[in-house]
Nanobody, 128 residues
Framework: QARLQESGGGTVQPGESLRLSCVGS????????MGWFRQIPGKEREPVAT????????DVARTVKGRFTISQDTASDTIYLQLDNLQPEDTGTYYC?????????????????????WGQGTQVTVSS
């Protein structure tokens, strides 16, 4: 059974950085689109960034472009989300997810239900 486990969240001050990790195991396919999502209190869960396990092609949402970076270490089945210049509005729970598909094209419009495997989430709090 596929599993994802996030870590790296915490409480930081505005302008600081965090690096989130998501370790996977038991995936039924090597070709996967891996995504990071966040859920801000009172709002729906939204996609933040994706990367494909075979083809790379990292991409981030326009709302966080220039501040967030997604990367991966395929040897350890880990994806990362580097969060720089964090702001209070970035506070929320960050999740990683996997979709077993050949590419991440149009990821920003995929339904949440199309992502097959989810982690439990890691909390990010930005406060002065």
């Amino acid at each position: 059974q596929a599993r994802l486990q996030e870590s790296g969240g915490g409480t930081v001050q505005p302008g600081e950085s965090l690096r989130l990790s998501c370790v996977g195991s038991g995936h039924p396919a090597t070709s996967r689109c891996m995504g990071w999502f966040r859920q801000i209190p009172g709002k729906e869960r939204e996609p933040v960034a994706t990367i494909h396990t075979l083809y790379g092609s990292p991409d981030v949402a326009r709302t966080v472009k220039g501040r967030f970076t997604i990367s991966q270490d395929t040897a350890s089945d880990t994806i990362y989300l580097q969060l720089d210049n964090l702001q209070p509005e970035d506070t929320g729970t960050y999740y990683c997810a996997a979709r077993y598909i050949i590419n991440c094209a149009n990821w920003h419009i995929w339904a949440l239900a199309s992502w097959r495997t989810w982690g439990q989430g890691t909390q990010v709090t930005v406060s002065s």
